[in-house]
T-cell receptor, first 114, second 112 residues
């Protein structure tokens, strides 16, 4: 079936370095993608989103890249800080068909080393 | 107000109990959601309400019964749950399809 998945379950990064989290999706009908951050004991927190008519979108210290050709999504975090330690989920929404249904990938844990 | 609130924060219940989880948002969002999240797993969609009508039920067992009394409130009624139903239950809301979903902090449910 269709799915959203991640390549790396855990990413360990030095404080101050850049982080890259990858996500593969298989539903070619997906046209809206979101990255969420979830800290321990909290609900997912919206980071950034991108629609399929774009291939790059930037926020504060974060950049999302979308490659529709290979169905790949990535989240780049610049100058990673200790507060960035969390689990990161990508999610997809095929807006034409899904009826508000958001499908999450498996999640990547980011550990920031001081 | 860009917050989704959920009560209670923690809930412990026996398999014969009846309890309810509550969710509230005042962002004017017309879509509201219930998700279940097990440890170290992503959230799994349970129900979607759109304009106060149930639009998606992801084949959830009938021991979970959602209710949307008005556009700001969403309840999840629980009855005769099993220990495997223990999880974090997350509520979310959004403007609609193709917009980000805002999540509440969740209710940590333990079924004994």
């Amino acid at each position: 079936g269709e799915s959203v998945g991640l390549h790396l379950p855990t990413l360990s990064v030095q404080e101050g370095d850049n982080s890259i989290i990858n996500c593969a999706y298989s539903n070619s009908a997906s046209d809206y993608f979101i990255w969420y951050k979830q800290e321990s004991g909290k609900g997912p927190q919206f980071i950034i989103d991108i629609r399929s008519n774009m291939d790059k979108r930037q926020g504060q210290r974060v950049t999302v890249l979308l490659n529709k050709t290979v169905k790949h999504l990535s989240l780049q975090i610049a100058a990673t800080q200790p507060g960035d330690s969390a689990v990161y989920f990508c999610a997809e929404n095929p807006t034409a068909a899904a009826g508000n249904k958001l499908t999450f990938g498996g999640g990547t844990r980011v550990l920031v080393k001081p | 107000d860009t917050e989704v609130t959920q009560t209670p924060k923690h809930l412990v219940m026996g398999m014969t109990n009846k309890k309810s989880l509550k969710c509230e948002q005042h962002m004017g969002h017309r879509a509201m959601y219930w998700y279940k999240q097990k440890a170290k797993k992503p959230p799994e969609l349970m129900f979607v309400y759109s304009y106060e009508k149930l639009s998606i039920n992801e084949s959830v067992p009938s021991r979970f019964s959602p209710e949307c009394p008005n556009s700001s409130l969403l309840n999840l009624h629980l009855h005769a749950l099993q220990p495997e139903d223990s999880a974090l239950y997350l509520c979310a809301s959004s403007q609609g399809q193709g917009y980000e979903q805002f999540f509440g902090p969740g209710t940590r449910l333990t079924v004994l």
